[in-house]
């Protein structure tokens, strides 16, 4: 039971999406009541760094625009600068300074950044219900034609390579800000497993946990070397990154929870020594819980669509647990629902060892 006394008056809007711009400055929120000047239902906003492009898509109970159309707006000069269509609804939109990835249920099409929009490419994927994919200046990844598989297009050549990430469907990806590492989880959530973009050689893997799990949100840290990872067991890890570039400023120490085989060990104790089973594995070397609200989880977008239902974008579950890190030591956790909430979380040594605690939260949709 919830004892915790109401502090702020419940918002009657809801948050249909959450979405960071690439160095996490800022996030932009969808709302049921429209963006700023809109009076309509947004299921999809995405930014474009820091430029003031973004892209959007129409959700929720009222959408402002049709479900298979992407507006590119221009919040400096407060209109529309593209549009785009599509013959089948909208699941992912990615925005970069010369292209614009649309991503429907079984194909991505990319397009050039430039009025009228000019046809690139298209690629055709397994079911992408979660509109999984990613977008820099020098990679496109997204869901392969096998489940579990992830395509990898190098941009300057057109080149495709395909990695067989997983055994099941694809659950989430993320790439880190230049580019070069990628990380993916199934559907399964108990395994992240990540890759180089320029070799598709796999650089190791980490374990979230032995249960199945929804992975919420990927997010590498700003040098590369840290992966912050959300899910629906409402817990926030943070896992080392075996990159060697780079060194990491904040180093995890045996006991702090699995940063290393070391860590597993500890972990496990003699258990660590089997060969088989999560035992060995290399688990976060830090997590916390963060909040997923009170408010009831409804099907996600894939389960509905399997049920017949035909899903609209803001209309199935929330998003919860969406990662930025602000920097090395700083992680922003934001959810988005009737309970839309930002959490500040600091990463720090304190008797030798890395903890991490939260240092704030608020409720960004309230008067």
């Known amino acids: 039971m919830n004892t915790r ?71 400096s000069k407060d209109k529309i600068a593209l549009e785009l269509a599509t013959l089948t609804a909208v699941r992912g939109v990615q925005i970069s300074k010369s292209r614009i990835a649309v991503v429907l249920q079984n194909s991505v099409r990319v397009y050039a950044f430039q009025r009228p929009p000019q046809p690139l490419a298209r690629y055709e994927t397994a079911d992408n219900f979660l509109g999984l994919c990613c977008l820099t200046e020098k990679y496109l990844v997204f869901p392969g034609r096998t489940a579990g598989h992830v395509q990898v297009v190098q941009l300057a050549t057109d080149s495709v390579s395909i990695i067989p990430a997983h055994s099941s469907n694809l659950g ?21 497993r990540i890759f ?24 590498f840290s700003p040098s590369g070397n840290m992966l912050a990872c959300t899910s629906d067991k409402g817990s926030l890890h943070i ?17 702090a929870g699995g940063g290393s085989n070391t860590d597993a060990t500890n972990k496990w104790g003699f258990l660590s020594n089997l060969p088989f089973g999560p035992f060995s594995d290399v688990y976060s070397f830090v997590s916390t819980s963060f909040e997923t609200g009170e408010e009831p989880l409804l099907p996600s977008p894939a389960r509905a669509i399997e049920r017949g239902d035909n899903t609209v974008l803001g209309t199935s579950r929330p998003m919860k647990g969406v990662i930025g890190w602000v920097d090395e030591t700083t992680v922003i956790v934001v959810g988005a629902g009737i309970d839309a909430r930002w959490e500040k979380f600091v990463l720090k040594e304190e008797d030798g060892r890395t903890v991490i605690f939260r240092e704030g939260w608020k409720r960004y949709l309230a008067n």
């Open 196 to 219: 180089s973009t320029s070799s598709c050689a796999k650089l190791g893997e980490r374990r979230r946990g032995t249960e199945f799990a929804t992975v919420y949100s990927l997010r």
């Open 172 to 192: 989430a990806l993320q790439l880190s800000a230049d580019g070069e590492l990628l990380a993916t989880a199934s559907e399964k959530g108990t395994i992240i």
């Open 239 to 255: 896992f080392d990154v075996p990159n060697p570039r780079k060194a990491r400023p904040v180093s995890p120490v045996p006991g």
């Open 5 to 75: 006394p109401v502090i702020e008056s419940p918002n009657e809007h809801a948050a249909l999406s959450v979405t960071f711009n690439t160095d996490c400055s800022r996030f932009v929120v969808g709302l049921d009541t429209g963006f700023r000047t809109f009076h309509g239902g947004l299921g999809l906003v995405q930014m474009m760094g820091n430029a003031n492009y973004l892209a959007l898509v129409g959700g929720g109970r009222s959408p402002k625009y049709p479900q298979n159309k992407v507006i590119i707006w221009d919040d």
